[in-house]
């Protein structure tokens, strides 16, 4: 019986996470130049560079940027593989801290 019952609250909790799973589609930035827009920084000749400086030099993170949001990523590492392009980010949001939680990252087409 409580096997049962742990194994109904595993499967409700299952659904609950797959249905808050969202894509979000947007350009890969750091903190400090939310808006993907480099050139007030310019700490590099590229987008990619500027931002990858942001984020070894001055301690920024890599966030998404959607054209008018700005999401915190909870996967630097992924995230780094695709500064400065264009992404399609599948994970959960957290509103609250507006924070994706990121299942995946893969470039947009």
């Given at each position: 019986?409580l096997?049962?019952?742990g194994?109904?609250?595993?499967?409700?909790?299952?659904?609950?996470?797959?249905?808050?799973?969202?894509?979000?589609?947007?350009?890969?930035?750091?903190d400090?130049c939310?808006?993907?827009?480099?050139?007030?920084?310019r700490m590099g000749?590229?987008?990619?560079e500027?931002?990858?400086a942001c984020?070894?030099?001055?301690g920024?993170?890599y966030i998404?940027?959607d054209?008018?949001?700005?999401y915190?990523l909870s996967?630097?590492?992924?995230?780094?593989k695709?500064?400065?392009q264009?992404?399609r980010?599948?994970?959960?949001?957290?509103?609250?801290?507006h924070?994706?939680?990121v299942?995946?990252?893969?470039?947009?087409?």
């Open positions: 019986m096997a049962s019952l194994l109904t609250l595993l499967t409700v909790w299952a659904l609950a996470a797959a249905q808050n799973k969202q894509t979000f589609t947007g350009t890969i930035t750091d400090m939310p808006r993907a827009d480099h050139s007030q920084m000749p590229t987008d990619a500027c931002a990858a984020i070894d030099e001055h920024a993170s998404l940027f054209g008018e949001s700005a915190n996967d630097q590492r992924a995230a780094a695709f500064v400065a264009k992404v980010v599948t994970g959960t949001l957290d509103s609250k801290t924070t994706i939680h299942e995946s990252i893969s470039a947009a087409k």
